[in-house]
């Protein structure tokens, strides 16, 4: 089912039309070089919208009740407008509509917006600048009446140019079933998550979201058929819930989000699009409510195939006389035996060509061809022409890419073709183990690895590690490893690896032969980072019968941990508690230390990129709708003593900093916040959205060739006694505790009964970022009233 464009045609009139035509409303304004003296009388021809069909849903006629049409000098300034409404608009059949309408003497370009009023503030702002950009409407999309907008350049009508292309003001998603691969699964309804409650009339790109900043919703019924939704920015914050039966059970939920088939990418959600999502695969029952499913990502219960019916063109060249646009790149499963791509030509003679140089694409077939412009931008006729690639299947784990040459008279455009390579990870020929994970007992041995990565291990996933790929290979940890990996040993197989980083040795374990991978530097203190590569293969496996090789990527980056026990229970506050197992990557930042007797020296601190129990390691700013998303980011809440007396709190031993630490990564103190600060290094800056949101920014810089800036996010903290709700407190700044008391000479004497209450913590707000101190829990003269200070905690080792 496939969204399509809106067609305007337009039919310039040179003839003089009289003041006494009663079905439009003129607009009075003076000659012009290039118009006759009381403005340019056009027809407009509306071809109908498309009749959609979805599932079982019945087809409804979509229809154009009112036009207004706005006129705009060169200098974008605003002229005036013509309302037609819908008795204007006769009905000539065949889905095509005549109207009649001026244009002001002066016009540079005709604004033309159906199925809403425009008022005067919709169409300028205070300076007379046109406005329609800005201008919202909201409530719920109605897919049978659109609002809906075009524009058109008065020259090239004059040009012979006469189309008007009208686009959709939002986008519409639909759910179905691939019924030849999934049985005894009943969709029931489906719903969306945290889409934009309005959009903007007009849009100066179709390929980017218009507005910047929206307030988000999510809807309140299930729903089958299309579902209209505004056009969403934050790429990767709108989900959906699909509310389904398996094997004839009740209705549970499954997750789904909007990433590019194959790919951990998060997919653009635009206007005038159709996001078409296919259920391939189902192997288990969803969530038993709706809230458990919300609250957990996608998983490898339910496959889908998420499909965009309209990829929008972005690589434009033109000549003299004609253009050529291209879509973006296309990346596809490795499977897939097909890879859809879209082109505009505007030569009129519908040649073109298409070559590839790969063995693995065989061929094409045009899919469908429809005559239209190429972008708003762009309004000259064109013809689009979406196309399927043929393929042949990728057996391989490493990624196919050629690129596919379009050419249409003197003009070529590339668009780049990625076949993803087979997945290993879920062969059941080829599950790989993981063991001895923080030398625990038996029942933490991963018997399917990259299966409890994908769905127990938070924070691994590439929109959680500002877009960088971690969730795709065996990872060996900073500081002191001690896993290892097997990997299933086939007959025919032969392993080849870089013995420099790894040692690869044939084992037999329950009577099955495995590979025993593991890291060849296990000391205590290995922080040397390294990763492979596409160009640097570390451990790949070649089958000699079949001739499929398998490489796996091999991370030494980071380390996976644990919150569990007090860490998780006793030693948090907040509505929910962090607990599990988390991904954490190491980076090396620099601290300017000042010594007792005032010289200087620099530390390396080897740094965690987030906050213990973060599952995200970008900036999160609850204002900065880009960023808003980034929620993850905040990590734990933790009380940083439980000390109930002056006795207590004077001991060097602080039970709760200890049971925070992993292995040598330890909250950080003072010196290293304060001599990142003095180094420059820790420091608020103003920075930027691409949606142009100016928001302050309290970053690290750090040596890392991988991760080179680390945030610390405004977090605020709580204040509460553990059998309470807790207050949340200052949510517009970022804190963190330190392992820092409150010295004898910042304050207390080491006898005094308060010695042991205060900790140094960082404290930003707006543009100042200070080092302060706060008694760690509500009392006096040494006494513990049990009303407890909960802030993030950021972990370092020297």
Known sequence: MYIKKLTIWLFMLLAMVSTACSDIIDIVGGGTQDLPSDGVVLTLKLPNFTKNTVATRAATEQQIDSLCVLCYDAGDNYLGMSTISSDSIKDKGDDTYDVKVKAVPG??????????????????????????????????????????????????????????????????????????????????????????????????????????????????????????????????????????????????????????????????????????VKVTAVNHEGWATEGEAKNNKSENRLSVEVVDDNPPIVDMIACKDYELGVCDKQTVKGNAGTATITFVTTKPDFQYDVKWNADWITGYNVTKRVVLPTSAEHPSTGTLYTIDLTLTANCQSTAHADKVTITSGDL?????????????????????RMRDLENKSSDLNQDNYFSWMKLSLKGIRPEQNQGRVRNDGLHFFVGKNQVYYLIPHLTDDHVHYDASLVNVEEITDGGTNFYKV???????????KW?????????????????????????????????????????????SKASGWYYYEMVDVEAKITKKDGTTEYKTYHMLDRNLGASNNGYYSPSTTALAGNEGAKGGYFIISKAQSSDEAKKTKNDVVDALAIGNFKVCDNKCLQGLIDNNNLAIVEEKTHY??????????????????????????????????????????????????????????????????????????????NLSNYRFVSGSSGMNKGRYRAMPVRLAAE
């Open 107 to 276: 016009t540079a370009t005709l604004h033309i917006v159906a199925n809403t009023t425009i008022t005067k503030s919709d169409a300028k702002d205070a300076d007379g600048k046109n406005n329609l950009y800005n201008a919202t409407r909201g409530g719920n999309p109605n897919l049978d009446a659109p609002v809906c907008w075009g524009s058109v350049k008065v020259d090239s009508l004059l040009s012979g140019s006469p189309k008007v292309w009208l686009f959709r003001q939002f986008a519409k998603a639909s759910v179905i079933k691939d019924d030849t691969k999934v049985k005894n699964f009943e969709i029931t309804g489906f719903k969306l998550f945290n889409t934009a409650t309005k959009g903007t009339i007009a849009t100066k790109s179709l390929d980017k979201v218009a507005l910047s900043s929206v307030a988000y919703t999510h809807e309140e019924a299930y729903s089958m058929g299309e579902h209209p939704f505004y056009e969403t920015p934050a790429a990767g914050k709108a989900y959906m819930i699909i509310k389904a039966k398996y094997n004839g059970g009740p209705d549970t939920y499954y997750k789904v989000e909007f990433f590019n088939n194959g790919t951990s990418t998060p997919m653009a959600l635009l206007r005038n699009h159709h996001y078409q």
């Open 531 to 575: 990763i492979s590569s596409e160009a640097v293969t570390i451990i790949s496996i070649t089958n000699a019968r079949t001739k499929i090789t398998v490489s796996y990527p091999v991370y030494h980056v980071g380390l996976f941990a644990q919150l569990t026990g007090e860490a998780a229970t006793v030693y948090q506050l907040g509505k």
């Open 518 to 528: 593991t890291l060849a530097d296990n000391s205590a203190n290995n922080y040397e």
């Open 692 to 769: 142009g949101e100016v928001y302050n920014c309290l970053r690290i810089n750090t040596d890392d060739m991988y991760i080179p800036q680390i945030f610390i996010p405004m977090s605020g903290y709580y204040e509460g006694k553990s059998n309470e709700v807790p207050v949340y407190k200052d949510s517009y700044h970022a804190n963190l505790w330190t392992s820092s008391l409150l010295s004898v000479y910042q304050g207390f004497s080491s006898t005094s009964p308060e010695y042991g209450f205060w900790y140094l913590y960082l404290d930003a707000f707006g543009k100042s970022l």
């Open 412 to 432: 070529s455009r590339v668009v780049q073709i990625i076949q993803l390579g087979y997945d290993y990870r879920t062969d059941p020929n080829r599950i790989v």
